[in-house]
């Protein structure tokens, strides 16, 4: 049984790996008939040894990827969203004997093709293509995606990024209007590069660095306050 | 922004290689900020310490362990010198 992993667990990079350690400041143990016994042969103190037990799933890498780069719509219209306790999910109620979303008048926003995420529901959360918006109430999706639920949840059904594994020239770019404008400065740095005109190249490179900046400034809220002195002109 | 209107704002005309500098550009701005994020879990075995980074990773954002007593994941922190053991052959 794993307890206080944030105190306990440390980690090191060796290449390709992440070698995982437990600092225990006992001797080893081990687990008989369910109870953690030490070993009496063991060196006691404090140490750092291998996991010393099985966890499902337990270990867990937050990482950035290439995650969708190309999608079909932009980012910023992606903007239908359902959100209530009164949306419903059928289990092969629809034409052709589709899967259903069902929520009164609340679904007009969404479109045929579009894919969508469903949170808050009992059995149904996960990513889905819509097949047919049918109308304003109810959305279809492919066959053997929903169980039966009834209202009740609290559940949200929001538009996502369809990705496109073969791009083409009609597909969006998977980033918002400011990083878009950096890819932009990006290939002409590439196109300077390419032309061997380097500060033309250095020049796009750092409008791309600012605009990339700017982007993760605008999440920000700062506020700075300069305190004013005792004689200063107001 | 569609790639159509990205290439005609750089002035450029060939497809293929417009889309690999997207790519290129996005793997960029993925190394240095964390504009999306993915998340991975795998299973802890008894007695193994090597676990192999995502193949796709660009960036590391964090490490946690699952901690089973309230089952939440808790970031872990790396190591700043190599422990004097470089490997265990009875780890039991």
């Known amino acids: ?234 | 922004m569609t790639v159509l209107e990205i290439m005609e704002r750089a002035g450029m005309k060939e497809t293929t290689l417009a889309i690999a500098w997207m790519k290129d550009a996005f793997h960029l701005i993925q190394s240095n900020v964390k504009e999306h994020t993915k998340s991975e879990k795998s299973n802890i075995i008894d007695g193994i310490r090597e676990y192999p980074l995502p193949a796709d990773m660009i960036a590391l954002k964090s490490i946690s362990i699952k901690d089973t007593t309230d089952s939440k994941y808790k970031r872990i922190r790396r190591l700043t010198h190599s422990p004097v053991v470089s490997e265990d052959t009875d780890p039991e």
């Open chain 1, 1 to 234: 049984m794993s307890y206080d992993t944030h105190k306990t667990w440390f980690y090191q990079l060796v290449g390709r790996d992440i070698h995982l350690w437990q600092y225990v400041e006992s001797n080893a143990t081990d687990t008989l008939a369910g109870i953690r016994i030490s070993l009496p042969d063991e060196y006691y103190g404090k140490q750092l040894i291998y996991p010393d037990e099985d966890i499902t799933n337990g270990l867990r890498v937050e990482y950035t990827a290439l995650i969708e780069p190309f999608v079909d719509e932009a980012w910023e219209s992606l903007t239908a969203r359902a959100s209530s306790s009164t949306i419903s999910f059928g289990d092969g109620d629809g034409g052709s004997s589709r899967d259903t979303i069902n929520y009164t008048s609340g679904l007009g926003d969404f479109a045929t093709g579009d894919k969508v995420r469903i949170i808050g529901s009992a059995s149904n959360d996960g990513d889905y293509v819509i097949a047919n918006a049918a109308s304003s109430s109810i959305l279809e999706v492919a066959a053997g995606s929903f169980a039966t639920e009834a209202v009740g949840q609290s559940i949200t059904v929001y538009q996502i990024p369809d990705e496109d594994t073969t791009p083409g020239e009609s597909n969006h770019i998977n980033l918002n209007r400011m990083l878009s404008l950096a890819v932009v400065d990006y290939i002409k740095a590439q196109l300077s590069d390419s032309k061997g005109e380097l500060e033309r190249k250095e020049y796009y490179m750092r409008e791309f660095w600012k605009k990339v900046g700017d982007n993760e400034s605008n999440k920000r809220k700062i506020s700075v306050t300069f305190p004013s002195g005792p004689f200063a002109i107001r």
